[in-house]
């Protein structure tokens, strides 16, 4: 079963503008992370973010951890139209073994 | 250097037929992960190795899925008589552990079950 949920489950904006993507999970976690997916395929890792950090920042990316809310948020700036994919968060439990689990995603749509 | 490589990148096969899926993870690294994606959903967990063993294999839907890394680097999936609700992606990630905690996932593999 899917741990996270992330809101909006699609989202469609303007080159240029910025892209904020939500995800809630319900266990304690050691780290949160961030990936990209292209074409339902492969997926890329964007950011990791630890239980005892609030804010992350890379390149256009910024990350927020609220683990007394247990949600996250991904931030996208001056987003262009090559961001267009399919974003996921994914929790890495307290159990052994450091398993994913991934919520259903959020569909970016950038329009040239 | 070379990311992790699954084959094949597609496959159909017909109902109650046997399939198997690799996966060469990135060299050296110690942990493996397999997981499925159906349509429209994000990844499943299945299985998990660290080094040759399947230290987690709680995601593993029934009995008619098995996976195996007898020597610590490729990992083999294997679905016995499958049926059309396993058709999905199948995901491959390994990490280098204990040294990140970031998974890096392959391509994937298409399985459709007719």
């Known amino acids: 079963s899917q741990q996270g949920e992330e809101d909006p489950q699609a989202l469609s904006i303007q080159e240029g503008e910025n892209a904020t993507m939500n995800c809630s999970y319900k266990t304690s976690i050691n780290n949160l992370q961030w990936y990209r997916q292209n074409s339902g395929r492969g997926l890329v890792h964007l950011i990791l973010?630890?239980?005892?950090?609030r804010e992350k920042h890379s390149g256009r990316l910024r990350v927020t951890l609220d683990t007394s809310k247990k949600s996250s948020s991904l931030l996208i700036t001056a987003s262009r139209a090559a961001d267009t994919a399919s974003y996921f968060c994914a929790t890495d439990g307290l159990s052994s073994g450091s398993r994913l689990t991934f919520g259903e995603g959020t569909q970016l749509t950038v329009n040239p | 250097g070379a990311g992790v490589s699954q084959t094949p990148s597609n496959k159909v096969t017909e109902k109650g037929k046997y399939v198997e899926l690799r996966c060469d993870p990135i060299?050296?690294?110690?942990?493996l992960y397999w997981y499925r994606q159906s349509l429209g959903q994000g990844p499943e967990f299945l299985i998990y190795?660290?080094?040759?063993?399947?230290?987690?294999d709680s995601g593993l839907p029934n009995d008619r899925f098995f996976a195996v890394r007898p020597e610590g680097s490729v990992s083999t999936l294997k679905i016995q008589r499958t049926e059309r609700g396993d058709s999905a992606v199948y995901l491959c990630a390994s990490r280098d552990s204990p040294n990140t905690d970031t998974q890096y996932f392959g391509p994937g593999t298409r399985l459709t079950v007719l």
């Open positions: 190795f660290q080094g040759t063993g399947a230290a987690d």
């Open positions: 060299s050296g690294h110690t942990a």
């Open positions: 973010i630890r239980s005892n950090e």
